[in-house]
């Protein structure tokens, strides 16, 4: 955009946003995030759950209603990686003995997913409501968190990992909801993000101020889980929010300054007993990984073969020996199934992905909060070998839809063309989300 001549620039962005959101779409977009960590728990209606029945309503909606939009939006470079990926996996898992279809039909759903919900993401204001969906659904698990476990780990201690795994275990037990602890510290770490990017850029105090503390009270009940791998997503998410921001350092400063001390002063002692590496079931399958390294690396041994017999009998299997369990690592276990085709696929994913992150992001809260949350999606794959996750559908859907509507150029405007410059009728188009 032209510093100086604002007003051509925006109106000729703002006149090729054809299909701007409604309050409907808004809505809908919302109301998935927020109840995306409820998914296990709410009612299944003819065997389906809640949340795929949603997307399956979210899929109806575009094609009776934003059809071009839809078209659009499948054709982005993400989702033609996505769909080569699919066709060349599928066709080595159909070469392997005892081949399953499960994990690709997953991707491919998920894939499905980020479709619909990067087609739902054609302006900032849709931008803006989702991020604020991703604050309350951590704020949610939050209260959860410290209603049912808080009092529990304050009163307790551990002496190493074992005894802190018996506490966690104990303080999983009085939890309202049965959920997979590992998850919520995920879901919670990146509200924590969204809040402090928002916190950072908020332009009044009033908002400033919520903002931070939603940040600290999600950060503070993301150590409560005991999850060491989303312990480690909420400091790199908060570290990369830190370290892209382009906002006054005395503010910076403080708002760090407050997390860190607000997480010395009130995360529970116990907490820490667990963050060593101790000699598990962990260690074992990453041993065994690198054992047969020359067995799977070239093409895989296939998801079904995995999962049947290769796993159980080369190592990748707990400690009581009764199961055959994953490699806790995304690019791991993609290889283990298709090889390097398979690696290769999810790295150049990732990729396209990172191009989709606006240049000079630090200066606006909403790109800001997608760097966050884009960061904290890389950082799952370290930690669980499951890459199929609905969350991957929000982050990677709402970093497509941003790039394709919102940011196309992938550039904002120049850093001295502040928005304190623009005349009052570029302020109301970039306010009301249609372009900058």
Request: aromatic residues 12%.
């Amino acid at each position: 955009m032209s510093a100086g001549n604002p007003d051509l620039s925006v109106s000729k962005q703002g006149k090729s946003l054809r299909y701007p959101t409604t309050t409907l779409d808004r809505l809908l977009l919302m109301g998935t995030i927020i109840l995306l960590p409820l998914e296990d728990h709410l009612p299944s209606i003819a065997g389906f759950s809640v949340l795929f029945l949603l997307f399956g309503v979210l899929g109806l909606y575009n094609v009776l209603f934003r059809l071009r939009a839809l078209s659009k939006i499948s054709s982005h470079p993400v989702f033609l990686t996505a769909y080569l990926i699919l066709i060349l996996c599928t066709l080595i898992e159909t070469l392997h003995p005892q081949p399953s279809y499960s994990e690709l039909s997953r991707f491919g759903l998920m894939i499905a997913g980020a479709i619909l919900i990067a087609s739902f993401c054609r302006d900032q204001r849709a931008l803006r409501i989702a991020m604020y969906g991703y604050v309350i659904a951590s704020l949610w698990l939050s209260v959860l968190l410290f209603l049912s476990s808080y009092g529990l780990l304050q009163g307790a201690s551990a002496d190493d990992y074992n005894q802190a795994s018996n506490v966690r275990n104990e303080a999983a037990q009085e939890m309202t909801l049965s959920v997979n602890l590992n998850n919520v510290a995920i879901y919670t770490a990146q509200g924590t993000a969204v809040a402090l990017a928002l916190a950072l850029t908020s332009r009044t105090i009033v908002w400033r101020n919520l903002l931070s503390a939603a940040s600290l009270f999600c950060l503070i009940a993301t150590f409560l889980p005991m999850s060491r791998g989303g312990i480690i997503v909420v400091a790199a998410s908060i570290l990369t929010i830190l370290l892209l921001a382009r906002t006054k350092p005395i503010r910076m400063l403080l708002l760090a300054g407050v997390l860190v001390f607000g997480a010395l002063m009130w995360v529970p002692k116990v907490v820490f007993s667990r963050m060593e590496v101790p000699e598990g079931s962990r260690t074992r399958v990453y041993a065994a990984a690198f054992e047969h390294l020359n067995e799977y690396m070239l093409a895989g041994i296939g998801a079904g073969n995995f999962w049947e017999t290769w796993g159980y009998d080369n190592g990748f299997r707990g400690p009581t020996g009764k199961a055959t369990l994953g490699a806790h690592n995304g690019f791991v276990q993609i290889a283990l199934y298709w090889g390097i085709t398979g690696l290769l696929g999810l790295c150049a994913l990732i990729w396209q992905a990172y191009r989709c992150l606006p240049s000079q992001c630090g200066e606006n809260g909403l790109s800001l909060s997608l760097a966050g949350i884009a960061i904290a999606l890389l950082l799952v794959l370290f930690f669980v070998h499951s890459f199929v996750e609905k969350w991957d559908s929000l982050g990677l859907g709402l970093l497509v839809g941003a790039h394709r509507w919102i940011w196309p150029n992938g550039k904002r405007w120049p850093a001295r063309a502040r928005y304190s410059s623009f005349s009052p009728q570029s302020r109301y188009w970039i306010m009301h989300g249609r372009g900058y």
